[in-house]
């Protein structure tokens, strides 16, 4: 351990200390009081801070323009994640366009460490990491998001509209 | 014997071998699509393309014979650039849906795009669409889009299975693979057009969408469907296994293997299996551990007299667990009731020209090897005079491996329930041995997948296979199980070569390098 020890004269007497620090208190008491707009501390959780668009924070699964999810169930997210937190059970669709989706798409919150690998392996724009960060609960069942939650959370007022559209790449002959 | 010089390394070969032969027995890269060793030669994807000294052009390696002296290079710039543009054409139409396409990980054209191709597409025309998911037959599925009329599929059902189910219609850049009209692809071989499929037009419809193929380990073993034992490769991971490939062996199945044995995978899989040891305590089933269990059986064993224990094999076995099964009970416990279960009598002889016989466990010749070494002759029949009589009072039956392919297993149970104790071995879950009150033991056995050992198949033929995986963790073998009744203790074998002393790695830092290691002297002062 390294500790610095102020070994001069000074520092041997108590109460010069002590007023240096309540003066430090008082200058940003009456700062605050008079300037309340500067003030770092917020009230959270009534006062919450603004991040940036970009932050990555808890996932969202797209969904096309009929409400369905965008996911083709590729796993490259799961191959790609480093926390190996993502699962997905793959089937077979009934529209042969479709051809393969997931029926089980888990994400275990508490193993991830939102590395936003899933996001970058994703070709088709299913999966985004969205703005949340803020997601408490109870047990930890509740930490493992399944597709209802992913795609269809009410704070997602119906879903996130993905922007690739299989109908426009087929007539754009790719 | 002519002799060739391929990249520069001279090689001598048989007289007929076509250029693309000698590449491959060379272990020299070729681009190739439509050639596959075990069917005949197509010539249409242009893939192949190698130079000849002294030809004015580019010869497709698949069709050309080697003549003496020949000097052939597929490395110049020429042929790198005939491979990498022959590719683009391929490409032409393919939908590149790779992420929900089954080949992606073992696909030929991303494969081959990664080691001869590299280009930036110079196709500027919309791609032509085709039929997607179109069922072939009760086991494949068609995506004509992906397909890239290599044939080998349609060469296969003519030359291979004889059933001539597919064909290509249509002209141009619209040809497609296709059955013809109200004739699916069903044949008993039809997956093996699956295996071929250098791309992702043809799935599988058991294996479509379970797993991705980079998800899978593989490990070589022999397929236990019929006595042809193929050689086979399992596909796992730790979920369990997920498909099975045959391996090329000459001497026994070439390429190729049929569907049977495909489905081996779900009798070894943990939904089938006999998971736990079950004894029956005053008649309702209680689960224990295996060894323990069978460790208590050999002392009840020891009190009857050796004409009243009897021992039940089939041909599921390997011959090293039948040597020392048999062994103990010959030497053991001395009795010579020891009897061979035959599954299909009617069908046993039975064989359909290609691979598929109809005796369907891996090595009844290796079991009537171990009976005839040691002196046992019973017959089937001793076996139900002397059920009736009551001579036999605890029998000992190690039961199928393979649930599929025993259909007389009720009637047998039957003729079982004659007895008065019954200990069941067997890796197959029954759920009439539940019911049947005289069972009172069942004990998990490994399947060909979780151990060693050795099978002979119908030709006489030794085949040794490797363990790939563990499925059920608690699960004996025959061996352990005879070791354990005859009261010995189970000793774990030491291979020399894996020992783990001898493959250690040389400790990477040396002391004197710890020593000078400042930060862990210091650590404190820091």
């Known amino acids: ?22 003066g430090i208190t008082m200058k940003h008491l009456v700062k605050n009081l008079f300037n309340r707009k500067d003030m770092i501390t917020l009230n959270y959780p009534e006062e919450k801070y603004d991040y940036s668009p970009r932050f990555k924070g808890n996932h969202v699964l797209t969904v096309k323009k009929d409400g369905s999810l965008r996911c083709t ?62 997601t408490p609960g109870l047990a930890q069942s509740q930490f493992i998001y399944d597709i209802n939650h992913l795609a269809y959370r009410p704070t997602l007022k119906g879903g996130v509209l993905t922007h690739v559209d299989d109908e426009e790449r087929h007539k754009a002959g790719i | 014997m002519p002799k060739c010089t391929i990249n520069g390394k001279e090689i001598e070969v048989k007289a007929g071998t076509t250029i693309i032969e000698a590449f491959y027995g060379g272990n020299e890269r070729i681009a190739h699509y439509c050639w596959h060793p075990g069917l005949s030669v197509a010539g249409v994807c242009r893939l192949c393309m190698v130079q000849v000294e002294g030809n004015p052009k580019l010869q497709i390696a698949c069709n050309t014979v080697i003549t003496e002296g020949m000097k052939i290079n597929n490395v110049s710039e020429e042929v790198k650039d005939s491979v990498k543009w022959g590719l683009d054409f391929h490409l032409i139409n393919h939908p590149l849906d790779c992420p929900i396409c089954d080949q992606a990980g073992e696909c030929g054209l991303q494969d081959q795009y990664m080691e001869f191709g590299k280009y930036n597409p110079e196709m500027a025309e919309k791609k032509v669409k085709k039929h997607k998911v179109v069922d072939l037959g009760p086991t ?96 796992y991971n730790k979920e369990g296994l997920f498909r099975v490939k045959p391996v090329y062996n000459e001497k026994v199945n070439g390429h190729w293997m049929c569907d049977e044995g495909r489905d081996m995978y779900k009798w070894v899989n943990r939904e089938s299996r006999l998971a736990t040891g079950l004894k029956r305590e005053n008649g309702a089933l209680t689960m224990a551990a295996p060894g323990a269990l069978v460790k208590e059986l050999s002392a009840t064993l020891k009190k009857y007299s050796p004409e009243e224990i009897g021992l039940v094999l089939t041909g599921q076995y390997t011959v090293e ?55 046992v002759q019973a017959l089937w029949s001793d076996l139900e005079k002397k059920l ?13 491996e393979n649930g599929f392919v025993f259909p007389d297993v009720d009637q047998k ?9 019954v200990i069941w071995l067997g890796s197959y879950r029954y759920e009439a041995l539940d019911a049947m009150t005289n069972v ?15 099978f002979i198949n119908h030709d006489g033929l030794e085949q040794r296979f490797k363990r790939a995986t563990t499925v059920v963790g608690g699960a004996l073998t025959l061996t352990e199980v005879a070791l354990l009744m005859a009261g010995k203790p189970l000793t774990i074998p030491v291979v020399k070569e894996t020992f783990v002393e001898m493959s250690r790695r040389q400790d990477q830092v040396q002391l004197e390098h710890r020593k000078k290691n400042e930060f862990n002297f210091k650590r404190g002062a820091l």
């Open chain 1, 73 to 134: 169930a590729c796993m490259l997210c799961a191959t790609n994640c480093p926390a190996e937190c993502i699962k997905i059970i793959a089937s077979e669709h009934e529209d042969p366009a479709v051809e393969k989706f997931p029926i089980a798409y888990e994400i275990d919150i508490l193993r991830c460490v939102f590395c936003g690998f899933c996001e970058e392996a994703c070709p088709v724009d299913a999966i985004r990491m969205g703005p949340e960060w803020q």
């Open chain 2, 140 to 235: 494949v599925v068609l995506d004509t889009e992906r397909c890239i009329l290599c044939s080998r599929c349609v060469r296969f059902t003519t030359e291979v299975s004889k059933t001539d189910e597919l064909g290509i219609f249509n002209r141009g850049d619209r040809s497609e693979i296709g059955t013809h009209a109200g004739k699916p692809l069903d044949n008993k071989y039809s997956l093996n057009t699956v295996d071929i499929c250098p791309v992702g037009a043809l799935t599988s419809k058991d294996f479509r969408f379970r797993q991705r193929v980079w998800y899978l380990k593989d490990s070589d073993t022999i397929c236990t469907g019929c006595s042809t034992g193929c050689n086979v490769k399992v596909y």
């Open chain 1, 1 to 22: 351990m390294s500790v610095m020890q102020n070994k001069s004269e000074i520092s041997k007497w108590y109460l010069p200390g002590i007023f240096t620090g309540l």
């Open chain 2, 321 to 375: 667990e039948y040597d020392t099964l048999i062994g103990t009970f010959a030497s053991e416990f001395k009795t010579k009731n020891i009897f061979h279960w035959v599954n299909n009598k009617e069908s046993f002889e039975a064989f359909d020209g290609i691979l598929l016989r109809g005796d369907k466990n891996p090595n009844t010749k290796g079991l009537l090897k171990v009976l005839d070494k040691h002196g």
């Open chain 2, 440 to 454: 009172s033991h069942q004990i998990p056995l490994k399947t060909c997948v979780e151990k060693e050992g050795t």
């Open chain 2, 413 to 421: 149970l039957k003729l079982f329930a004659g007895a008065q104790q």
């Open chain 2, 388 to 400: 009736a009589e009551k001579k036999i009072k605890v029998l000992i039956v190690a039961g199928p």
